[in-house]
């Protein structure tokens, strides 16, 4: 059961910037925000406002240049990259807009492939499940260069919720889909969300996606704010 009150991510003046030709670029300014356990919680903003950027940073993809994110009290700046992707395997799942699927196997190995590098000895019968309730159990030995961009999605989902991630992260996740297959998507997300409690966190153009989520938070020239 989760705890309403813990804090599952938390930043204190997040700050991110690149060197370009021209100079420093400030990309993140300051960045506080807390998101509780079981919140779903979408970054909107325009392109190159620094919503991709924030995520990557609290999921401990990336490092910040300064300030700190935390995942349940854990200083991901503190971490080295090995123990960073051993935080990710016992905290985090993803769904990308661009799937992400390994193309030489097939979807079912896709799925169980998270589930077995943690030494998960159900891994296969997680993973078979998975991919009937996303709908595609007589898709499971297909490649994803056979399946069409909402069946790889699918695949991308079952695998995100097949290794019981506590927090989701999803970037942009229908944003290389058609509005119909895109409607399927979100509806597969937030239903299997709210049976599993976990912790959501969406970066998205879609304000209807966006307002299925219980908060908002608007990114704008390297700055957040809750979205009115």
């Given at each position: 059961?989760?705890?309403?009150?813990?804090?599952?991510?938390?930043?204190?003046?997040?700050?991110?910037?690149?060197?370009?030709?021209?100079?420093?670029?400030?990309?993140?300014?300051?960045?506080?925000?807390?998101?509780?356990?079981?919140?779903?919680?979408?970054?909107?903003?325009?392109?190159?406002?620094?919503?991709?950027?924030?995520?990557?940073?609290?999921?401990?993809?990336?490092?910040?240049?300064?300030?700190?994110?935390?995942?349940?009290?854990?200083?991901?700046?503190?971490?080295?990259?090995?123990?960073?992707?051993?935080?990710?395997?016992?905290?985090?799942?993803?769904?990308?807009?661009?799937?992400?699927?390994?193309?030489?196997?097939?979807?079912?190995?896709?799925?169980?492939l998270p589930a077995e590098l943690s030494g998960d000895k159900e891994a296969k019968e997680k993973a078979?499940?998975?991919?009937?309730?996303?709908?595609?159990?007589?898709?499971?030995?297909?490649?994803?260069?056979?399946?069409?961009?909402?069946?790889?999605?699918?695949?991308?989902?079952?695998?995100?919720?097949?290794?019981?991630?506590?927090?989701?992260?999803?970037?942009?996740?229908?944003?290389?889909?058609?509005?119909?297959?895109?409607?399927?998507?979100?509806?597969?997300?937030?239903?299997?969300?709210?049976?599993?409690?976990?912790?959501?966190?969406?970066?998205?153009?879609?304000?209807?996606?966006?307002?299925?989520?219980?908060?908002?938070?608007?990114?704008?020239?390297?700055?957040?704010?809750?979205?009115?």
């Amino acid at each position: 059961m989760n705890d309403p009150q813990a804090i599952a991510i938390r930043t204190d003046n997040l700050i991110h910037s690149v060197v370009t030709s021209a100079g420093e670029l400030a990309i993140l300014k300051g960045i506080d925000m807390e998101i509780k356990e079981g919140e779903s919680v979408a970054i909107v903003g325009a392109s190159g406002s620094g919503k991709s950027t924030l995520l990557g940073l609290i999921a401990g993809l990336d490092v910040c240049s300064g300030g700190e994110a935390y995942i349940y009290d854990k200083a991901l700046s503190q971490l080295d990259e090995e123990q960073r992707a051993q935080l990710r395997g016992q905290y985090v799942g993803f769904v990308f807009q661009s799937f992400h699927l390994l193309p030489s196997l097939t979807a079912l190995e896709n799925v169980m492939l998270p589930a077995e590098l943690s030494g998960d000895k159900e891994a296969k019968e997680k993973a078979l499940g998975f991919l009937e309730q996303v709908g595609l159990s007589h898709r499971l030995n297909h490649y994803p260069r056979q399946l069409s961009g909402g069946e790889q999605q699918r695949v991308a989902i079952a695998r995100a919720f097949a290794s019981a991630p506590k927090i989701l992260f999803a970037d942009e996740p229908t944003g290389n889909l058609d509005a119909e297959t895109g409607k399927v998507i979100s509806d597969l997300i937030f239903d299997l969300n709210e049976s599993l409690g976990t912790t959501l966190v969406m970066v998205t153009h879609d304000a209807t996606l966006a307002k299925r989520c219980q908060r908002q938070l608007s990114m704008s020239a390297g700055r957040l704010s809750e979205a009115s």
